[in-house]
Nanobody, 122 residues
Framework: QVQVVESGGGLVQAGGSLRLSCAASGSIFSIGTMSWYRQAPGKQRELVAT???????TYVDSVKGRFTISRDNAKNTVYLQMNSLKPEETAVYYC????????????????WGQGTQVTVSS
């Protein structure tokens, strides 16, 4: 079984910074893409940033230049550094990992964390 756990959310003033962390643990053979999504109240879940196993990154346009996604493959951990936060970015931030569990053949599966709340006050 694979578990994905986020941490680092909280309350920050507009213009401030937060760093989210997400650790995957359990019987993991390998991890491919890792991503951060967010979901604001009453809105659909939105892909914020993605990083491949090789380190290639992509971002939604609204966060380019302010957010940075990175990962530590040795620790099965992905990070999201968020700078210059805006009130409209208040949301639950979710971590996603595409992982291949040990002992379950060659397939990769989708794993989600429970989410961490980020609140940006104006």
């Amino acid at each position: 079984q694979v578990q994905v756990v986020e941490s680092g959310g909280g309350l920050v003033q507009a213009g401030g910074s937060l760093r989210l962390s997400c650790a995957a643990s359990g019987s993991i053979f390998s991890i491919g893409t890792m991503s951060w999504y967010r979901q604001a109240p009453g809105k659909q879940r939105e892909l914020v940033a993605t990083i491949s196993s090789g380190g290639t990154t992509t971002y939604v346009d609204s966060v380019k230049g302010r957010f940075t996604i990175s990962r530590d493959n040795a620790k099965n951990t992905v990070y999201l550094q968020m700078n210059s936060l805006k009130p409209e970015e208040t949301a639950v931030y979710y971590c996603y990992a595409l992982a291949k569990p040990s002992g379950r053949g060659t397939a990769y599966y989708n794993y989600w964390g429970q989410g961490t709340q980020v609140t940006v006050s104006s």
